[in-house]
């Protein structure tokens, strides 16, 4: 156990010491990898979908645990709850006169929890909320979102008005995770539960991610015609990438902490 500890902290003290294009290489690299392995493990690639649900829904349920018995909101940001809940809810209402499925009750699910986390924030636990250190102002990612939604979005025979409601939720959700990093990168150190959360948040977005490429490249190339015309198509893998990569740096320290056996994460600087 200690020779394993030992090896981990050798690679990550020379991962460390790389420069930052070195670093995304090796991200890049680390990342195909994964893909190459699960096109080869998981048969019927739909099931990646199911288990980013699932792990997502493990991550919210750290959070609730969090809010209920530890009684506290410490380290949380609001405005990521936010956005998240604004993201929901457009694609919520998108799914209803769109394509009603299974998803819709999922999305759901998920804003209910969201709305109840964000009630507990501001109301019930408003004493341990950290408003100084969630200071991301929201209207940098709404504002491009809604933006870019305007000129790309999907190219289908829906109402123009729901076509651009859905590119902004999926542009929206790629960045809604961004005031979350900034209260841990001020707050330099991360409790347990809060750690957990935004791990599982990555992991479902990379399982998310590793869907849809899975997909496209399943279909050669098809399921991007499906999609539409134009820029759409891309913009939506590329939101799918971005979602993971913007995770991928604590998630690195994530791992490096918890093979540490260190139950606080502590962030250094420029990490996000």
Known sequence: MRGGRKSIHAITTWVRRQPPKVKAFLAVVSGMAALVLLRFIVHDHDNLFVAAEAVHSLGISVLIYKLIKEKTCAGLSLKSQELTAMFLAVRLYCSFVMEYDIHTLLDLATLATTLWVIYMIRFKLKSS???????????????????????????????????IFWAFCVY?????????????????????????????????????????????????????????????????????????????????????????????????????
């Open 129 to 163: 909320y950290m408003e100084e250190k969630d200071n991301f102002a929201i209207y940098y990612v709404v504002i491009p979102c809604a933006v870019l939604a305007l000129f790309i979005h999907p190219s289908t025979s829906h109402h123009l008005l729901n076509r």
């Open 172 to 272: 929206l959700e790629a960045v809604s995770v961004l005031p979350q990093l900034r209260v841990m990168q001020n707050t330099k150190i991360v409790e347990p539960f809060t750690a957990h959360y935004v791990f599982a948040l990555g992991v479902a977005r990379f399982l998310s991610c590793a869907h849809w490429v899975l997909q496209v490249l399943d279909s050669r190339g098809h399921l991007l015609v499906a999609l539409g015309y134009g820029l759409w198509p891309s913009m939506v893998l590329i939101s799918e990438i971005v979602q993971t990569f913007i995770l991928a740096d604590f998630c690195y320290y994530y791992v490096k902490s918890v093979f540490g056996g260190q139950l606080v994460l502590r962030l250094p600087s420029g990490v996000v």
